[in-house]
């Protein structure tokens, strides 16, 4: 690995080393080789998603004709794609006759790939909750209009998460609840306070959304409140440019022994 050649150490070059210091010092530090390399490696490798998503499901062939490599070296990316995850080996549609020897294989992206790319969903969600509104009227019939999508959009997800609920004891429902959420993208955690619970939602696939939308923040703390019987309060959110979405759940004062199908997780009457 070489760096930068030094200057040499001759004691009659003192002067004119300190007159090159200032300039020597605004010099970046060399790139090394290995980091480069990876580099290069990665920025390949994105050349060939990319090349999928534009092309769809594409064989070693395919790929290294279109990018101009070697199959070998395409297949090796491949390998790493598939490991991330990014991409995904299907058997290649063949029309008509079909030859002799295995089908070569197509590689085709997998959501988590596409998700790597530009993506409309947040100004798509944001473009239909405006229409919504103004369809209603705008103003506040608008925001009620809004309100009323999000909570029969939260009372679906929570039908599922009702059941988990259900299934945990009393006393483990806030972990139930975050393992739930987390199984819906939320990567939630619950832990002790010292008058009650937080549960912590550290991913809000919404947030961009719910920045322009307060109504999604509320609508899923009203669902929190009912699933877990107990008044919540939400105390920060991505979508308001907190770290995390954090909402403290209060000690129960009574314990609860049993609770029927129809009332568990509910706030009382």
Known sequence: MKYA????????????????AGSQAAVPAPVRADERGHDEQRGTRNRVARSILDHGPSTAAELALRLELTQAAVRRHLDTLVAEGVVEPREKRVYGARGRGRPAKAFALTDCGRDAFDQAYDQLAGDALRWIAQAAGGGEMGEAAVAAFARARMAAQAEGYREALEAAAPESRTEALARALTADGYAATARSAPVGEQLCQHHCPVA????????????????????LGTHVQRLATIAHGDGVCTTFIPKSKTKTTTASASTAGRNPA
Do not use: I, K, N, Y
């Open 5 to 20: 050649r030094e200057v040499p150490q001759d004691p009659a070059a003192g002067t004119e080393r300190s007159a090159a």
């Open 208 to 227: 961009h959304v719910a920045e322009q939308f307060p109504q999604l923040c509320e609508a899923e703390t009203e669902v929190f409140s009912r699933l």
